[in-house]
């Protein structure tokens, strides 16, 4: 402060906070946080709720991946600092995992990230200011609005649509581009509904984004997550010549969220990222300076060293959990269970019309957890009240368990009992 060009005292501390702490939070954790969470203390608590495939212990990283990071640790050659996109050898080993013979991808196509959730933090800051909309997936992952609140852009919601296996409404989709509309935010398979778009599907919206010419962000960290009756296309290799961001990482996969290793492919095969977007994304990869350098380092092996049997294994649990929760919930008055076809979640509606005192997803969940000591996530902090999310990575025992419990409480709460 100053008056007459000369500095005045503050009479008190007075330090608020900036306008970007002010505008970011976490809708899950906002409802989360203010829920009445008190669980039944003669029941063990079953949490359906965390996106963590490693809450249990039942899954984590294969013994080859800790051998991996074990030998980069020993190695003595990953204690310092990285370049800020990462290490060339490593991120030629995702450009290697990732190409195709219509995009082939070379090290510098490929940025390294703190998670994948800063990979799409930095996929949306290069492509929008502030002013302008993204569009992003209803229900979708509460992150992506996070991100657009925090720096001033806007973001549009396009529907998806339970009927049809949680594909995307595309005339809705369309109908929310307008002139400020910089990019297509696009999750497959998606968190929190567990859809694996078909490719004919996923040719109809590159359809859309060619039309308008617009980028999309392809969120696909749940890639190759998909269940025995399904299949896993990537909207890069259908895009023809729309550029794709994608992003993806260890996190759910290689179940290591808590390796935070991320990163974002540039792929164009018309070139359109080759300078002003590949120039952005480097210079936001100086902010942070890139992820853990061991596990940088241990990357090329991970990926090389990984056995078909560990990945199968875990898809295995994930699938054999959703049929389990899908059939027992499926036979409950006043639930609607969707049900996924990859990735680790499963959306169920909730009617609160059949229930004498259940209002909406958040008192269900509230009541559930104290009487039964099962926590499941209400799918309002996903934009979508009347649903809520399970998580199927736990041990298939306390699945049955925790399905048993939301069957009796559904009973208890009935109207007609």
Aim: proline letters at 7%.
């Amino acid at each position: 402060m100053e008056t007459n060009g000369q500095p005045t005292k503050r009479s008190k501390w007075t330090i608020a906070s900036s306008l970007m702490a002010k505008r970011t939070f976490n809708p899950i954790r906002t409802v989360v946080d203010g829920m009445k969470l008190e669980p039944n203390p003669d029941k063990d608590l079953i949490s359906l709720s965390i996106g963590d495939p490693t809450v249990f212990g039942n899954l984590g990283p294969s013994q080859e991946m800790k051998d991996a990071v074990v030998s980069a640790l020993n190695s003595g050659k990953s204690n310092g600092y990285a370049p800020s996109v990462g290490y060339e050898h490593a991120r030629a080993a995702v450009a290697k995992r990732f190409s195709t013979p219509d995009i082939p991808l070379k090290s510098k196509d490929v940025v390294f990230a703190c998670g994948c959730s800063e990979a799409l933090e930095m996929a949306i800051l290069v492509l929008a200011n502030p002013g302008q909309n993204v569009l992003i997936p209803k229900p979708g992952f509460s992150l992506y609005w996070t991100i657009c609140q925090a720096y001033g852009i806007d973001s549009k919601h396009y529907n998806l649509l339970p009927e049809r296996s949680w594909e995307i409404d595309l005339d809705h989709l369309e109908s929310l581009i307008d002139e400020n509309t910089s990019c297509i935010v696009v999750n497959n398979p998606s968190n929190p509904c567990g859809s694996v778009f078909t490719k004919d599907h996923i040719l109809d919206i590159c359809s859309v984004a060619r039309r308008h010419k617009l980028p999309i962000i392809a969120d696909e960290v749940y890639a190759d997550m998909v269940f025995s009756e399904s299949e896993f296309h990537s909207v890069s290799s259908l895009s023809e010549e729309i550029p794709v961001l994608t992003c993806g990482g260890l996190a759910k996969r290689f179940l290591c969220p808590g390796w935070r290793m991320g990163w974002i492919i540039m792929q164009s095969r018309t070139g359109a990222f080759d300078e002003e977007i590949r120039h952005g994304l480097f210079n936001l990869s100086t902010r942070v300076l890139g992820p853990c350098t061991l596990i940088q380092a241990a990357l090329p092996d991970i990926f090389d060293n990984s056995s078909p049997e560990f990945y199968s294994h875990a898809m295995e649990v994930f699938e054999s959990n959703a049929k389990l929760a899908y059939k027992t919930l499926k036979q409950i008055k006043g639930l609607n269970p969707i049900m996924p076809q990859g990735a680790m979640y499963l959306m169920c509606g909730l009617d609160p019309s059949y229930f004498a005192d259940i209002t909406d997803d958040q008192d269900f969940v509230e009541k559930l957890m104290c009487e039964e000591s099962v926590f499941c996530l209400p799918a309002k902090v996903f934009e979508y009240p009347n649903y809520f999310r399970i998580v199927l990575s736990v041990p298939p025992e306390k699945v049955k368990t925790a399905c048993q419990r939301i069957e009796e409480f559904c009973l208890r709460h009935s109207k007609q009992k």
